[in-house]
């Protein structure tokens, strides 16, 4: 079956939006030839069985999450959004998950940026392998929830997590995740993410270092939002949700600085729940985090060769008495950060080791110039080591 024929269009008439409305861009394509010039794709998903049930969500929900991003003002910068409407959910859960495994690698065979929104959070394992697949090589993912539980025996949108952890492909995935508050995450899952040298931020810890989730965010390329994560009173319309979690402004911010990284491929919003929803906080929240994805994307910069003139490198010697040294890269024109990592038991018949460059923060350089190695090169140390 033709990826098209999984999909459910969404008819609007442009007629509907203003010339200053977000609405008045995006373009709502009735056959695959249309997206062409396409940047960005936003899919609904309506499938919540992973939560155990038969739950859908209903359509006219998907229709007025829709109809509040396309009245917000249209983006400052050149990007042709298409909306492909709603995925075909299938007689089996599996096949859903096959069919969104077909349409997303579609739409990054055309270098098309896919944007899920709605469906259980259990999602994310057919996304990942999707992209996976696509790239042909290990990802990083990140997981935006207000806790970390995997029971493998749980429902899957509960225990998606320790299957991708336990993946064990040709491929690896990193996993990373912030925004987990610990009265309601399991102490297991926690250890089990810090084995595979996955970094951890809890909501206190993302707002006393906030700093450091925007170099963990240009670490990924794919985001996995669960909107639990935000309080239940400022948009956290999940079953799940409570009173504490990220505030509306700061998961704008998330996907702010998501939009800006040039390395994510894909972004997936779940566990939207219309039953949940107080006075349409959740649509607001959604769409505008939604808004500011594509802001971002459209403002997006693809940062050049780190052996241009437009990076500065700095050398931190590891100990006085070692002539080994780390390296650090900073953009002239951004400003970010980036450090160098080699897995010094991994030579070529050259001589010459395995190494890779990753983002990171001026926390992280400032450590290694005041004689301490930062955690996150060595955590990212012990990740290529294991991705051999």
Known sequence: MNFWEKLTPYSVKQALF?????????????????????????????????????KRLASHAMERIRQKIYSLQKSTAPIQVADLGNLEIGEELSDTYQSLTTVCEELFKRNIFPIIIGGSQDLTLPLSKSLMHSLDASISILGIDNSLNGNKDDVLNKSFLNHILDWEGEEYIDYHHIGYQRYITQLEMME???????????????????EEVEPLIRSCEFISFDLSAIKKME????????????????????????????????????????????????????????????????????????????????????????DH?????????????WMEVKDEDDLSEAGKCRKSIVPCSHKDYSMAVNGKLPPRWLRAVQRLKASK
């Not at 089990?192 to 951890?200: D, H, M, N, S, Y």
Request: aromatic share 12%; hydrophobic share 40%.
């Open 192 to 210: 089990k993410v810090r084995a595979r040298q996955g970094e951890l931020l809890s909501i206190g810890m993302f707002r006393d270092e906030k």
């Open 325 to 337: 040294m780390l390296i650090f890269y900073q953009s002239m024109t951004s400003g970010k950060w």
């Open 235 to 322: 948009g956290g319309a999940s079953p799940y949700s409570n009173l504490f979690g990220f505030k509306a402004e700061e998961a704008c911010q998330l996907c702010w600085y998501a939009g800006m990284s040039d390395k994510l491929k894909m972004m997936g919003f779940f566990e939207y729940d219309q039953a949940f929803d107080i006075n349409d906080t959740g649509i607001d929240a959604l769409a505008v985090m939604t808004w500011y994805l594509i802001e971002g994307l459209a403002h997006r910069k693809i940062e050049p060769s780190f052996s241009s003139s437009r990076h500065k490198q700095f050398l931190v010697p590891v100990d006085s008495s070692s």
């Open 18 to 54: 203003t010339h200053d409305q977000f609405g008045s861009q995006v373009l709502f394509p009735k056959s695959e030839e249309e997206l062409k010039d396409v940047d960005v794709a936003l899919l609904g998903v309506e499938e919540y069985r992973g939560r155990g049930n038969q």
